[in-house]
């Protein structure tokens, strides 16, 4: 059983580490290090560019292209047996390229958490190695410092951690040292423990180090995130494709051997036709169009800043039904806003964005200006005075930068947007004596004189803590008693305010403070008002959840916050709605797997978690069948972006192990680009199905006819090299082409059919077999009326024949329901050229005596040409008619679905 160190006296946490408030001795820290090993996490070394390389070719379609390879240059055809090795060497150096910068989220983890670290040993502070940190050294923490080992809090002097890239707490938590009595308690709530790779926003203090390396709670998910196993689905998709295509070509394969055997054929005749049927029904073309079909998606994402580490990652967004979106810094900017005042009985609203110190104040919906608003002048100044935060811009970012608490920087922000700058402020109102922010107080006091000599206490904090340590309340410019009712009437305020999700601070004063400033001195304070906080939606985010639902995509919260927080944040957002469930760590820890993969089912936000509780619910979806994406910015996100189907991170706040660990990279931190990429993905998906069906059917086609000579007895219509250049040449520019093809329109809209284990479904198999037969009637047709005058001649017939049919068929695929004749032809100019290149390459093959030597081929004249095109032409025709009675049919299902709604 792990030792629960924040909940044991520090006394027994010492003696357990065997330590002292002096720390260690030299000698005993270097035996320990000898002991532990280093501070640091477990590095794995990325692969190489030879291993990458390799690893393209683990495929089982690429081995069957191997194995005809073989099959070809043993049948002494050299030529085609190099152009299939070509097609393969192509297809593995573009998949290396892309994959070259392989994911390595464990040295990212480690270059995220390396830091100095200043540690007492032999009763001196020094300054040494953040790998060089042991299990009982005591840690001086200090203000902007990153802490590097798990540790126990020892004293603390308004300190505070910003931990949201580990346990996505949004607000930085305020730190003490004393005993929490309660053993099973989240690494959020554990308030006396300070965490490796976070780092102080205000105070100081000093800690106990009780983990280090691999041991601490980062080093939990760098082992976390090794250990997880997740692949893309069209990776899973192709490779039950491949397996599909083996025992397909298995089959027939060994059926035409027997059948060959059986009516007396030679061996290596009947051989040589096995192996040109393989060929046939083997897409050669697939793994490189594919590869280009992704890329140019990726490129395309590329234009709307998402970067796409992995080729497939994009085309599995589209498949995408849960989307799982952090809250913290992905629905919101991670920037604390004054949205509400409440005082003296009235709420003004504030706008704004972010850090910056521009905003109007509205009654009512009306604006107002402060200076006709005593009140509102009073706390306005209130707020420059006591908000110890500094806030800045950066010209290199473009962005507004906190220094110390964002709640803090926040009502400095509200203070300037009054009229009151802090410098000048101060330079009336100096400030005397200060008591930090303290976790067991709950609030911030300062005294301040002022010119007339009178010292004035501001206080900010907790509205419960302020609440009790007041006496009066501010009305109408004057001080009044706070009566029972006054208080039960602003405590009802207050209760209003949070469960809109608003993180309320009270502001209280005392005026003619007499006596120093001290936790014991702090009361008799006038209550002055509310400030209502908001860390505020990105602008994006609705429109991106209005085209995520018309998707049919379902969007669920994860967040570190609490419920009514994080409940207000969803509703905001459009994620959250009546009847919705919301779950919490904390129930989670009740459950079992098969509870929460039931569970899962209705929950649309998922409060008070920690990256374990992250991992069950990708693991919980994933079980359901469902496609999962995640997003997420922080460290603690890392596992589960890995373990989810498809991670995303944001590029600007995110942290480089987020980046590291996803698939996807939104270098502009838009929200909105998730959605755009699902509408991407689709369309590559869409894309792929052409190209599949256009690869399939000509295959199909191929098959048909070799298949249809030999059970008729004719001699084979195709050669191999023949095969080769219809597969590769044909077939190569046609669904390049093809690939290119224009982005349909609708496809956020609908039902939207996800793609099949193989990538190939029945309406699908529906079209093949139609665009398939009349290949095998017109090509065996031709071939049959030349084959007993000359075989040249007829090879040339089949093989021309079949390509003029590829042509057409190309054209045929660029749409479902749409008939040819009514898309525009030029849409997609890279088709349009793709086919008269390939029309001038059927001539070179026909009349050029090296290819008529290569191919087996004689000249054409023009009645054959007369001939053969109108034959081949009827691919369209037969596709017409299927077009016509499936936009009939669809029309009737709408009238019906109309007429009943």
């Given at each position: 059983m792990a030792f629960s160190w924040h909940?044991?006296?520090?006394?027994?946490?010492?003696?357990?580490?065997?330590?002292?408030?002096?720390?260690?001795?030299?000698?005993?820290?270097?035996?320990?290090?000898?002991?532990?090993?280093?501070?640091?996490?477990?590095?794995?070394?990325?692969?190489?560019?030879?291993?990458?390389?390799?690893?393209?070719?683990?495929?089982?379609?690429?081995?069957?292209?191997?194995?005809?390879?073989?099959?070809?240059?043993?049948?002494?055809?050299?030529?085609?047996?190099?152009?299939?090795?070509?097609?393969?060497?192509?297809?593995?150096?573009?998949?290396?390229?892309?994959?070259?910068?392989?994911?390595?989220?464990?040295?990212?983890?480690?270059?995220?958490?390396?830091?100095?670290?200043?540690?007492?040993?032999?009763?001196?502070?020094?300054?040494?190695?953040?790998?060089?940190?042991?299990?009982?050294?005591?840690?001086?923490?200090?203000?902007?410092?990153?802490?590097?080992a798990d540790a126990r809090i020892i004293t603390t002097s308004g300190l505070k951690a910003d931990e949201a890239a580990l346990t996505g707490e949004s607000e930085p938590v305020g730190k003490t040292a004393e005993v929490i009595n309660k053993r099973e308690l989240s690494v959020a709530d554990q308030r006396n423990m300070v965490l490796k790779g976070t780092n102080i926003v205000i105070g100081n203090g000093r800690a106990v180090v009780v983990a280090t390396g691999e041991n601490t709670v980062i080093g939990s998910i760098a082992k976390t995130v090794s250990a997880i196993d997740t692949e893309i689905p069209l990776?899973?998709?192709?490779?039950?494709?491949?397996?599909?295509?083996i025992v397909i070509v298995g089959i027939i394969s060994a059926a035409l051997f027997v059948l060959g055997l059986f009516r007396g054929e030679e061996i290596i005749t009947i051989f040589a036709t096995v192996v040109s049927l393989a060929v046939s029904i083997i897409p050669e073309g697939l793994?490189?169009?594919?590869?280009?079909?992704?890329?140019?998606?990726?490129?395309?994402?590329?234009?709307?800043?998402?970067?796409?580490?992995?080729?497939?990652?994009?085309?599995?967004?589209?498949?995408?039904?849960?989307?799982?979106?952090?809250?913290?810094?992905?629905?919101?900017?991670?920037?604390?806003?004054?949205?509400?005042?409440?005082?003296?009985?009235?709420?003004?609203?504030?706008?704004?964005?972010?850090?910056?110190?521009?905003?109007?104040?509205?009654?009512?919906?009306?604006?107002?200006?402060?200076?006709?608003?005593?009140?509102?002048?009073?706390?306005?100044?209130?707020?420059?005075?006591?908000?110890?935060?500094?806030?800045?811009?950066?010209?290199?970012?473009?962005?507004?930068?906190?220094?110390?608490?964002?709640?803090?920087?926040?009502?400095?922000?509200?203070?300037?947007?009054?009229?009151?700058?802090?410098?000048?402020?101060?330079?009336?109102?100096?400030?005397?004596?200060?008591?930090?922010?303290?976790?067991?107080?709950?609030?911030?006091?300062?005294?301040?004189?002022?010119?007339?000599?009178?010292?004035?206490?501001?206080?900010s904090g907790a509205p419960e803590a302020v609440l009790a340590l007041s006496t009066q309340m501010r009305r109408n410019g004057?001080?009044?008693?706070?009566?029972?009712?006054?208080?039960?009437?602003?405590?009802?305020?207050?209760?209003?305010?949070?469960?809109?999700?608003?993180?309320?601070?009270?502001?209280?004063?005392?005026?003619?403070?007499?006596?120093?400033?001290?936790?014991?001195?702090?009361?008799?304070?006038?209550?002055?008002?509310?400030?209502?906080?908001?860390?505020?939606?990105?602008?994006?985010?609705?429109?991106?959840?209005?085209?995520?639902?018309?998707?049919?995509?379902?969007?669920?919260?994860?967040?570190?916050?609490?419920i009514l927080t994080a409940r207000a944040i969803a509703k905001e957002a459009g994620i959250w709605k009546e009847g919705d469930e919301i779950l919490t760590g904390a129930e989670m820890d009740e459950m079992s797997d098969n509870e929460l993969t039931v569970r899962v089912a209705n929950v649309s936000v998922y409060a008070r978690v920690t990256p374990e509780h992250k991992l069950r619910i990708i693991n919980a979806y994933?079980?359901?069948?469902?496609?999962?994406?995640?997003?997420?910015?922080?460290?603690?996100?890392?596992?589960?972006?890995?373990?989810?189907?498809?991670?995303?991170?944001?590029?600007?706040i995110g942290t480089e192990v987020a980046k590291e660990a996803a698939d996807i990279v939104l270098l502009d931190d838009n929200f909105g680009s998730i959605v755009s990429a699902v509408e991407e993905g689709r369309n590559i998906y869409k894309t792929i199905k052409k190209v599949i069906l256009y690869l399939f059917s000509t295959s199909l086609g191929e098959v048909l006819t070799i298949t249809g000579a030999l059970l008729l007895g004719y001699p084979l219509p195709l050669l191999a090299a023949q095969i080769i250049w219809l597969n590769l040449v044909t077939d190569g520019f046609l669904t390049v082409a093809?690939?290119?093809?224009?982005?349909?329109?609708?496809?956020?809209?609908?039902?939207?059919?996800?793609?099949?284990?193989?990538?190939?479904?029945?309406?699908?198999?529906?079209?093949?077999?139609?665009?398939?037969l009349p290949m095998m009637v017109g090509t065996l047709f031709l071939f049959q009326q030349y084959a007993q005058l000359d075989m040249v001649k007829a090879w040339t017939i089949s093989l021309t024949v079949l390509a003029v049919f590829q042509w057409f068929n190309a054209w045929n695929c660029r749409s479902e329901d749409k008939s040819l004749f009514q898309m525009n032809f030029f849409s997609n100019k890279y088709l349009f050229a793709a086919t008269a290149l390939v029309v001038v390459l059927q001539m070179v093959a026909v009349y050029t005596p090296f290819f008529q030597r290569f191919l087996h081929t004689a000249p054409l004249g023009l009645n054959e040409w007369m001939i053969i095109i109108p034959?081949?032409?009827?691919?369209?025709?037969?596709?017409?008619?299927?077009?016509?009675?499936?936009?009939?049919?669809?029309?009737?299902?709408?009238?019906?679905?109309l007429s009943l709604s």
């Open positions: 909940a044991e006296d520090l006394t027994v946490v010492y003696k357990e580490l065997q330590t002292g408030e002096a720390g260690l001795r030299t000698e005993e820290a270097v035996r320990r290090l000898q002991e532990d090993g280093p501070n640091s996490l477990p590095e794995t070394e990325p692969d190489g560019y030879p291993i990458i390389f390799l690893r393209q070719f683990q495929s089982p379609l690429i081995y069957i292209l191997f194995a005809a390879s073989v099959a070809v240059f043993f049948l002494g055809e050299v030529a085609d047996g190099i152009i299939i090795l070509v097609v393969l060497l192509f297809n593995a150096i573009v998949g290396t390229i892309q994959e070259g910068r392989a994911q390595n989220t464990l040295r990212a983890l480690k270059r995220y958490v390396e830091t100095t670290a200043t540690v007492i040993r032999d009763e001196t502070e020094l300054t040494i190695p953040d790998y060089e940190v042991v299990r009982g050294d005591i840690l001086v923490l200090r203000e902007g410092e990153k802490i590097p990776k899973a998709n192709i490779r039950d494709l491949s397996r599909a295509i793994p490189i169009v594919i590869t280009l079909v992704l890329a140019t998606g990726v490129w395309r994402m590329s234009k709307r800043n998402a970067l796409v580490k992995k080729l497939q990652a994009v085309e599995a967004l589209g498949q995408a039904r849960v989307i799982a979106v952090d809250k913290t810094g992905t629905i919101t900017k991670n920037e604390l806003v004054v949205r509400e005042v409440w005082m003296d009985a009235t709420t003004f609203s504030i706008s704004g964005i972010g850090y910056e110190p521009e905003g109007t104040v509205t009654l009512g919906g009306s604006p107002v200006a402060a200076a006709n608003h005593p009140e509102l002048l009073l706390l306005g100044k209130m707020a420059a005075l006591v908000a110890s935060a500094r806030v800045s811009f950066s010209e290199s970012e473009q962005r507004w930068r906190v220094t110390g608490d964002p709640t803090e920087a926040a009502i400095r922000v509200f203070g300037e947007k009054i009229g009151f700058k802090q410098d000048e402020v101060l330079r009336e109102c100096p400030r005397a004596s200060e008591i930090p922010f303290d976790y067991r107080l709950k609030y911030h006091a300062a005294v301040f004189g002022a010119a007339e000599g009178d010292n004035l206490l501001v206080v004057k001080n009044h008693p706070l009566t029972h009712d006054a208080r039960e009437e602003i405590t009802k305020v207050f209760a209003e305010m949070s469960s809109r999700g608003l993180r309320v601070v009270a502001m209280a004063m005392r005026e003619n403070f007499p006596e120093s400033l001290s936790a014991e001195t702090t009361e008799k304070l006038t209550f002055v008002g509310f400030f209502g906080m908001q860390d505020i939606l990105r602008p994006e985010v609705a429109q991106a959840m209005e085209r995520a639902t018309e998707a049919g995509i379902r969007v669920v919260m994860i967040t570190g916050d609490y994933k079980k359901r069948g469902e496609i999962i994406a995640m997003t997420g910015d922080g460290v603690n996100d890392a596992p589960s972006l890995v373990a989810a189907d498809l991670g995303v991170a944001m590029g600007k093809l690939a290119m093809e224009p982005k349909e329109s609708g496809l956020l809209s609908g039902k939207f059919e996800h793609p099949k284990k193989y990538l190939v479904d029945g309406p699908m198999v529906r079209r093949m077999v139609p665009m398939a034959i081949a032409a009827s691919i369209i025709v037969v596709e017409e008619i299927r077009k016509f009675f499936y936009r009939r049919r669809h029309t009737k299902a709408h009238e019906i679905s």
